[in-house]
């Protein structure tokens, strides 16, 4: 019968205004899920890429902080070299002075003896 037609082309119609209305829904979630998929994704990549900014300037600080040392380093071991250089010259001087006075006193020492044989010799 008609009514019993029509109640079953409004159920059917119902029900498929229903599927249209979820499958709606559930794109309507797919695109907002990809959206924020994609949101997500950038911002990943924006925080990637100032961490790969923030490592290269902590690279470059560390970089230059070696070279600052090593050239404190080699400040000292110049200064060291020359420090050890001169406390040598001084040594080498010492040391000739010790063998010019050692040179001296056996020089007196001949003379010494040299007088005393020829004392020794006038008064016999």
Known sequence: DDDT???????AQAFEEEQQRRV?????????E???YKMR?????????????RLIREKVKQDQEVERQRRINEAEE????EK?????RQLQGIEAQ????QRRIMESENILAALKRE???GSS
């Open 34 to 36: 990809e959206v924020e």
């Open 98 to 101: 010790e063998a010019e006075r």
């Open 119 to 121: 004392l020794a010799d």
């Open 84 to 88: 050890l250089e001169s406390y040598q």
């Open 24 to 32: 709606s829904e559930e794109n309507d979630r797919i695109a907002q």
């Open 78 to 81: 110049q200064e060291y070299q």
């Open 5 to 11: 037609q029509q109640r079953r082309m409004a159920a």
């Open 41 to 53: 994704r950038e911002e990943a990549k924006r925080l990637t890429e100032e961490e790969q900014q």
